[in-house]
C-alpha cells in the first residue's frame, strides 16, 4: 500500500476504558479531528462485519467512506478496511496495557494509487498529522485535561 503511517500516545486509563470509548463509532465526532459525521450501518455491538460510515474533511476535501471491521480482539485490538472509499485503506486501532495506564496506537494504510499515488509522501505528513491530534484529543476527552 502506498501509505503505511502510525501514532502512538499513553493515557492514564485502563485498555478496556480507553478501547470501549474509541471503537465506538458514536464517539467518532469528538476525538477523531477530520470526522463530520459517522454512524453504523449495522446493527450494535461493534463486530467483524460492523460496517461505519464516516464524512470527513481531508486536507480540504470532503471524503466519504464506509470501513468495516475485519479484526478484532476486545480491548486490544480494532482493525477496520474500506469497503467504499475513494482509495483502499486500513485503519487498526491498539490498546496495549502498561502498568495503569494505556499505550494507543492508530495504524492507517493505504491510500491512491496510479498517478495520485505520487501524492503519497504529502498525504502521509497530514495523515501523521491527524492521527497525532487525534490521539491528544482522546487523552483530553479521557483524562479530562
Do not use: C
Request: proline share 5%; no cysteine; net charge positive.
Amino acid at each position: 500500500m502506498a501509505l503505511d503511517v502510525s501514532a502512538t500516545l499513553r493515557i492514564e486509563r485502563t485498555a478496556d476504558d480507553v478501547a470501549d470509548y474509541a471503537t465506538n463509532p458514536a464517539h467518532d465526532t469528538v476525538w477523531i479531528g477530520g470526522i463530520k459525521q459517522a454512524r453504523m450501518l449495522t446493527d450494535p455491538p461493534v463486530r467483524i462485519g460492523t460496517q461505519v460510515e464516516r464524512v470527513a474533511h481531508f486536507m480540504g476535501r470532503r471524503v466519504e467512506y464506509v470501513l468495516e471491521v475485519v479484526g478484532l480482539d476486545a480491548g486490544r485490538r480494532l482493525e477496520m478496511a474500506s469497503v467504499k472509499a475513494p482509495f483502499p485503506m486500513r485503519v487498526t486501532y491498539g490498546f496495549e496495557l502498561d502498568r495503569e495506564a494505556t499505550i494507543v496506537s492508530i495504524r492507517v494504510q493505504g491510500g491512491p494509487d496510479g498517478l495520485m499515488g505520487l501524492l503519497s509522501p504529502v498525504m502521509a505528513m497530514g495523515v501523521r498529522r491527524n492521527i497525532s491530534g487525534d490521539l491528544r484529543r482522546l487523552k483530553r476527552v479521557l483524562e479530562g485535561v
